[in-house]
């Protein structure tokens, strides 16, 4: 059974970065079938896309708020995800959440596509 464990959030000043982690227990991340994500919550709204990334790392999805800004990556042997994340706005104060699945693909958008999920990591941006 694979964990998944999110860090890097914090307090941030709007115009400002973050690089967000999120770590795998488990073999989920060394299997090539595996796709990782980022959505993000605010309370009382539903948990929305962000970005996500396949298996092989050969094509990355982006949500239109956060395109130009955001990137994800992966390091397969390191067993880790990354969200760096700049030009930060107040908008993008939310909960972070990694989440993954097998054989990802564009259509992958909505929480109930994924299997496994993070604890989240709080990014606050301040205008």
């Known amino acids: 059974q694979a964990q998944l464990v999110e860090s890097g959030g914090g307090l941030v000043q709007a115009g400002g970065s973050l690089r967000l982690s999120c770590a795998a227990t488990?073999?989920?991340?060394?299997?090539?079938?595996?796709?990782m994500a980022w959505f993000r919550q605010v309370p009382g709204e539903e948990r929305e896309f962000v970005a996500s990334?396949?298996?092989?790392?050969?094509?990355?999805y982006y949500a239109d708020p956060v395109r130009g800004r955001f990137a994800i990556s992966r390091v397969n042997a390191k067993k880790t995800v990354y969200l760096q994340m700049n030009s930060l706005k107040p908008g993008d104060t939310a909960v972070y959440y990694c989440?993954?699945?097998?054989?990802?693909?564009?259509?992958?958008?909505?929480?109930?596509?994924?299997?496994?999920w993070g604890q989240g990591t709080q990014v606050t941006v301040s205008s």
């Open positions: 989440a993954a699945r097998r054989y990802l693909s564009i259509q992958h958008n909505s929480p109930g596509d994924y299997d496994y």
């Open positions: 488990g073999r989920t991340l060394t299997s090539s079938n595996y796709g």
């Open positions: 990334i396949t298996g092989s790392a050969t094509s990355t």
